[in-house]
């Protein structure tokens, strides 16, 4: 193989990427392992939420008309008629001139349209409640259907769950929730350098990082990571993994051997396969020109950079937008120095965060697609898009986190 014969700008490799997505089927869980996962289906509210109407503030439930014209003054005069108990349906009701106390989440009782804050209030003696301040019908209250109405859509189909939207689907008395299942992600690390974690390399070996950074960021990305053992430059050996893995998962991610050099026969393996599709071969990247991918029947194989900040950075642009119903967690910073880049190409440079005043300065952490450590410095990376050539101190960016 002596180039790279497919090349394609990012976005290109995400839209052809987009279009050969595996399938995915849905799973039924409960609704408190529901945070991350994507919504099969848009959900309703079986109830009005809430299902009766509830003061918001600690006071008394009033009849809105007998507080007109009420001042500190001239206050109005209600006969006191007790107290209704929190959590419970009221066995009150108010007739004109009345009033009671209520807390706040208390079920209005009948007879009543609005709530006083105790504020605005004074109990005279055992019987009697002076409101030195006029409300209006509804004041203070949430109605009963307010937050949703039965039968409205509560989330849609799509939707990645957050705190808040099990909180609201708590709230309706949802117990359980259809999602999509997450991708399963087989990891390969191929290579006659790379040696397992607690071998001692030998001159010229390196140890496997990648089976590692890999499988934690496909788990940061909701999906299911199974490691393989690692692979040689053997043909016969790396085929049989593949189709391993293939047999096993929705994706194959592998690192290694997707350069242009003797021994990378990783796409002559991936393209040997029936119903073999090359996507891509090399994107228009730095770091992570190598990167490939290959549709067999269903399954996605990615081919990542060996190098591993090339293969994560990669990971993060190509493959976990896919993954990860999540958006992205993105800041607006000022770039800490001038960072040159090639016009054609879309840069990724790691970044690390400074505060300086009411601004976050974006210092890039500039170094070989080798060094692991200039990853474990960085908040996240700024992509600087291939029409431009590069980002002048002091200039607006948008930094990416890194998981």
């Known amino acids: 193989m002596?180039?790279?014969?497919?090349?394609?700008?990012?976005?290109?490799?995400?839209?052809?990427?987009?279009?050969s997505l595996p399938g995915r089927d849905s799973e039924t869980i409960a609704l408190s392992n529901g945070l991350g996962r994507e919504l099969a289906e848009a959900v309703y509210s079986p109830e009005p939420i809430p299902s009766f109407t509830r003061s918001t503030v600690d006071g008394y439930a009033v009849r809105a008309?007998?507080?007109?014209?009420?001042?500190?003054?001239?206050?109005?005069?209600?006969?006191?008629?007790?107290?209704?108990?929190?959590?419970?349906?009221?066995?009150?009701?108010?007739?004109?001139?009345?009033?009671?106390?209520?807390?706040?989440?208390?079920?209005?009782?009948?007879?009543?349209?609005?709530?006083?804050?105790?504020?605005?209030?004074?109990?005279?003696?055992d019987d009697t409640v002076l409101v030195y301040k006029a409300v209006g019908p509804g004041d203070h209250l949430m109605h009963s259907g307010e937050d949703a109405a039965q039968g409205s859509m509560l989330l849609p189909q799509g939707q990645c769950l957050r705190p808040q939207d099990l909180g609201l689907l708590a709230s309706a008395g949802i117990e359980e929730v259809n999602v999509k299942c997450?991708?399963?992600?087989?990891?390969?690390?191929?290579?006659?350098?790379?040696?397992?974690?607690?071998?001692?390399?030998?001159?010229?070996?390196?140890?496997?990082?990648?089976?590692?950074?890999?499988?934690?960021a496909v788990q940061s990305a909701n999906a299911i990571a199974k490691t393989y053992p690692i692979v040689p430059d053997d043909r016969d050996m790396l085929s049989k993994a593949v189709s391993a893995a293939c047999e096993e998962n929705d994706w194959?991610?592998?690192?290694?051997?997707?350069?242009?050099?003797?021994?990378?026969?990783?796409?002559?393996?991936?393209?040997?396969?029936?119903?073999?599709?090359?996507?891509?071969?090399?994107?228009?990247?730095?770091?992570?020109?190598?990167?490939?991918?290959?549709k067999i029947g269903s399954k996605l194989v990615?081919?990542?950079?060996?190098?591993?900040?090339?293969?994560?950075?990669?990971?993060?642009?190509?493959?976990?937008?896919?993954?990860?119903?999540?958006?992205?967690q993105q800041l607006t910073a000022r770039a800490g120095a001038n960072i040159a880049s090639q016009a054609g190409r879309d840069d990724y440079v790691a970044?690390?965060?400074?505060?300086?005043?009411?601004?976050?300065?974006?210092?890039?952490?500039?170094?070989?697609?080798?060094?692991?450590?200039?990853?474990?410095?960085?908040?996240?990376?700024?992509?600087?898009?291939?029409?431009?050539?590069?980002?002048?101190?002091?200039?607006?960016?948008?930094?990416?986190?890194?998981?």
């Open 2 to 19: 002596g180039e790279f014969f497919k090349v394609v700008t990012i976005e290109e490799a995400l839209q052809l990427m987009a279009l």
């Open 65 to 125: 008309e007998d507080t007109f014209g009420c001042s500190e003054s001239l206050p109005a005069f209600l006969s006191y008629q007790g107290e209704i108990p929190m959590g419970k349906t009221p066995g009150l009701i108010i007739e004109p001139g009345q009033c009671c106390w209520i807390p706040t989440g208390g079920m209005m009782p009948a007879g009543t349209d609005a709530a006083v804050m105790v504020e605005y209030t004074e109990r005279l003696g």
């Open 182 to 216: 997450s991708y399963r992600v087989g990891i390969i690390s191929t290579g006659n350098e790379i040696v397992a974690l607690g071998t001692d390399p030998q001159p010229g070996q390196v140890r496997d990082v990648n089976s590692i950074s890999l499988a934690a």
């Open 252 to 294: 194959v991610l592998m690192s290694g051997g997707s350069s242009v050099g003797v021994q990378d026969m990783t796409l002559e393996v991936l393209m040997s396969f029936p119903q073999a599709q090359l996507l891509f071969h090399g994107v228009a990247a730095k770091p992570g020109k190598p990167t490939m991918a290959v």
């Open 302 to 328: 990615v081919g990542l950079p060996g190098h591993p900040v090339s293969a994560l950075t990669m990971f993060g642009v190509v493959c976990k937008p896919f993954l990860d119903a999540k958006s992205p």
């Open 351 to 403: 970044v690390y965060l400074e505060k300086r005043e009411c601004d976050w300065i974006a210092q890039p952490l500039l170094g070989k697609s080798g060094l692991m450590s200039i990853l474990a410095q960085a908040y996240g990376y700024i992509h600087i898009d291939h029409q431009q050539q590069g980002i002048y101190r002091g200039e607006t960016v948008l930094v990416t986190r890194f998981d």
